[in-house]
């Protein structure tokens, strides 16, 4: 960077050079480099290691400076795989995910990635190219207004033409994305804006953003109020959501769970925020959440919302919704705050830092009485030991979760899903014991998330071993993206849970819809052949002693597996919340299949 | 009820997009949006009417605070403010009503601001009761056009209210804050 010999040379798309040095006014040595240049440079100096992305025109001045980068470019096979990577990327390390592509089409595409990472608070930032800004509002070729596009699905978003201002962009952009609330930032540059030159001054670009409070605390009044409703409680129940994983507060909410004495119920994002055999843990809540922990919910007194927003899908119908109980909730959004559920304390402010003011003044209070009526409201519900089962002949996804989770507990393991039947399976017969090492898309339920997003979190983490649910129908939507997985030479394993059908679909079209299969049976590849096409090693089982074999198998072998499991067709998720019934008023499984005992 | 938010915003492209898609995306009903310039030229100044109930209200606030633009934002609903709105209104006024129109302008304290052989032309500025009333006078008229601009709106007394307060330096000393008078 600091050659000499490029002095006479004229300012180029190269980027990353310097070919003019000249002291500024504080005597400080400025480079000129292109708004291409001054990307990558930032994008470095933001820590960032790995971009998932797929070139075009408007951003090939970007691709040509990469030369000059010791970024790592992972070439997708759509754009949308490029966000949900970088999302899976964020999920998995905690850090900000980067995603690049080119205007129009190349921006439209990255639209489903964005609002999933913008409803499930995930900090990644995408670049685009733009057409160039003479050209804006031509409708040129390959023109979108994608900052327009993606203006409700972004935290904040940026259209760049002058490369004087990539610098402070790229700063803002990630400093946006990742504190507070976290959430997507999308930088739009035009194509003049890559390739004209600027002096390129770090420090002087530093983050203007007089409105953005990201630093939010509660008044001492509340917490006094908030200490209050907890002492005196006899029936509390903590909701540990995702932002506990978010704000860093695992130790935190354990250490208080276990003073207080308080037992805690999931949401799905939260899976992993608090040890699944801590004996304090419930499991999940919700729409297919465990019957028992509905059921405490609904007869508790408090509910201490930690870094959760009551989702339709935790609440059931709102009217009827924990009808008796206080709510205190901790959230760093204060437009969460009496959104859904109206809460009598709220508390705004970052988990971690409100868990650990409040800490000191909690007292400890025996709350054994609370905690064996929770026991018995298990029952024999709470014995999922499918195990036991004798053979029935039929392999369930239960079947293969369940013993996935055995072969692998011990390890490093982070299980990315997709959406669907198998997410929820997935969420009752895998045991999490560790944050991040549960991926899934929660908020907006994208199909066709899981394997881009493995890819992102496998680059994040290459020691962690990393599996693939996924169903038939949602590994259909992003399926190319096993040639990135090729590519890139990552040892993924995929576990598709196959039974033909677009499960939970039919599940809904089973309850609700009179049985009318109305586009949900599906027609597959050889999915096998499929992998085999990309090199990558296949089985297909369809027998319940095959799982624990083919699982170590693909476990030992130095590379990807595709593991086609093909199970029961028309099996269902049991228990059930209709949407809008109450929470307490779950649909229960007709007959134990799987479960050794009856449900109630 | 009707809620009137004053909101300070960077004056920076996209900014009236942003705080518009915001009430659409959350279903907030706008009863009247104006934008315009103030005393510091990197903010803008909206004042936003809405109709909501306090729960509402609250969160409006706090969606807004959500926008990176957004620097302030103050409901004075329940405060005392100069709300002040301006309307042209174009009014049918042949040679025997005429003069009974510009009688009524005047009582108004209205402006006539442009003259044609069957029409005048209104302007009035004030609360919006006034000019609805004055309205609802001329309707017999034949009202032929109207506009008005929305509301814009500032806390009484001399307590400024924005982003970062103006200092008081060139004030009197005895100055009250609470002092106003309504002219």
């Not at chain 1, 899908?313 to 008796?324: H, I």
């Amino acid at each position: 960077m600091t050659n000499q010999d490029n002095r006479n040379h004229k300012a180029t798309v190269d980027g990353g050079s310097d070919e003019k040095n000249f002291p500024n006014t504080k005597g400080k040595i400025l480079k000129t480099m292109t708004g291409a240049g001054i990307l990558w440079e930032c994008l470095e100096r933001e820590g960032v290691r790995v971009v998932f992305g797929y070139p075009g025109g408007a951003i090939l001045p970007a691709y040509d400076a990469l030369k000059h980068s010791k970024i790592h470019h992972v070439l997708v096979r759509h754009e949308q795989g490029a966000t949900h990577m970088a999302d899976g990327y964020a999920r998995a390390s905690g850090e900000v995910g980067v995603a690049i592509a080119t205007s129009g089409p190349g921006a439209t595409n990255m639209v489903t990635g964005i609002a999933t990472a913008m409803l499930d608070s995930i900090p990644i930032v995408c670049i685009t190219g733009q057409v160039g800004s003479k050209l804006i509002g031509s409708d040129a070729f390959q023109e979108t207004d994608i900052t327009g596009v993606t203006l409700p699905i972004t935290k904040h978003n940026y259209l760049v033409t002058h490369a004087s201002e990539v610098a402070r962009t790229v700063r803002e952009a990630f400093y946006v994305a990742r504190s507070g609330r976290p959430g997507p930032v999308l930088i739009d540059i035009t194509k003049d804006a890559q390739q004209s030159t600027c002096e390129f001054d770090w420090e002087a670009a530093r983050p203007q953003l007089p409105g953005y409070r990201p630093d939010l605390s509660p008044a001492p009044a509340e917490y006094a109020e908030a200490l209050e409703l907890i002492h005196n409680s006899k029936r509390p129940v903590i909701l540990a959501g995702h932002g506990i994983i978010v704000s860093g507060a695992m130790r935190e909410v354990r250490d208080f769970a276990e003073r207080a004495g308080i037992p805690v119920a999931l949401t799905l994002l939260g899976l992993g925020a608090f040890p699944a055999s801590h004996p304090l843990n419930l499991g999940m809540m919700g729409m297919h959440g465990e019957a028992w922990v509905n059921h405490t919910i609904q007869e508790a007194d408090l509910l201490l919302a930690f870094g959760m927003r009551f989702d339709d899908r935790v609440t059931g119908n709102l009217k009827t919704y924990a009808p008796n109980a206080k709510k205190i909730h901790i959230e760093i959004d204060p437009a969460e705050i009496n959104k859904n559920v109206k809460v009598d304390v709220p508390l705004v402010g970052d988990l971690r830092e409100v868990l650990l003011e409040l800490m000191p003044k909690v007292e400890s209070i025996d709350r054994s009485e609370w905690l064996d009526s929770i026991d018995r409201l298990k029952g024999d519900s709470a014995v999922r030991d499918i195990q036991n089962l004798p053979d029935s002949g039929h392999l369930y996804a239960a079947h293969v979760i369940n013993d996935l989770w055995r072969q692998t507990r011990d390890g490093k393991t982070i299980v990315v899903t997709d959406v669907g039947q198998h997410q929820m399976w997935e969420a009752q017969y895998y045991k999490h014991e560790h944050p991040r090492s549960l991926i899934t898309s929660g908020g907006l339920g994208t199909m066709g998330f899981a394997l881009p997003a493995a890819i992102g979190a496998k680059v994040a983490c290459p020691d962690s071993e990393v599996w693939v649910i996924v169903g038939d129908g949602g590994f259909q939507m992003t399926m190319c993206e096993l040639a990135t997985l090729v590519q890139e030479n990552l040892k993924i394993h995929i576990a598709i849970i196959n039974n033909g059908f677009l499960g939970m679909v039919r599940q809904w079209q089973e309850f609700f819809y009179d049985r009318n299969y109305a586009a949900t049976p599906l027609l597959n590849p050889d999915f096998a052949k499929l992998a085999e096409a990309y090199g990558i090693r296949s089985m297909t089982i369809s027998e319940r002693s095959e799982v624990v074999p083919a699982v170590q198998s693909a476990r030992e072998y130095d590379g990807p597996v595709l593991i086609n499991f093909k199970v029961e067709q028309e099996d269902t998720v049991y228990p059930m919340v209709a949407a809008g019934a109450a929470l307490h008023d779950m649909i229960r499984r007709p007959s134990p299949i799987v479960e050794t005992a009856e449900d109630e | 009820m009707l809620n009137t938010f004053m909101v300070y915003v960077e004056n920076k492209p996209g900014v009236l997009t942003r705080v518009a898609s915001l009430f659409r995306r959350r279903a907030f009903n706008i009863d009247s949006l104006t934008v315009g310039r103030t005393e510091k030229p990197e903010v803008s100044r909206m004042t936003i009417t809405v109709d909501a109930d306090f729960d509402q209200a609250r969160r409006i606030e706090a969606n807004l605070y959500k926008l990176v633009n957004v620097l302030l934002v103050e409901n004075i609903t329940n405060q005392p403010a100069i709300v002040r709105d301006l309307a042209m209104i174009r009014v049918a006024a042949s040679h025997e009503a005429r003069s009974h129109v510009l009688e009524l302008a005047n009582v108004f304290r209205a402006r006539v601001v442009d003259v044609a052989p069957e029409s005048l032309t209104i302007e009035i500025t004030g609360a919006e009761e006034k000019i609805d009333g004055l309205l609802e006078l001329l309707r017999p008229y034949g009202v032929l056009e109207m506009v008005r601009t929305g509301i814009v709106a500032m806390r009484r007394g001399s307590k400024s209210s924005g982003p970062a307060p103006v200092k008081e330096t060139t004030m009197h000393s005895e100055v009250n804050d609470n002092v106003s008078y309504s002219v």
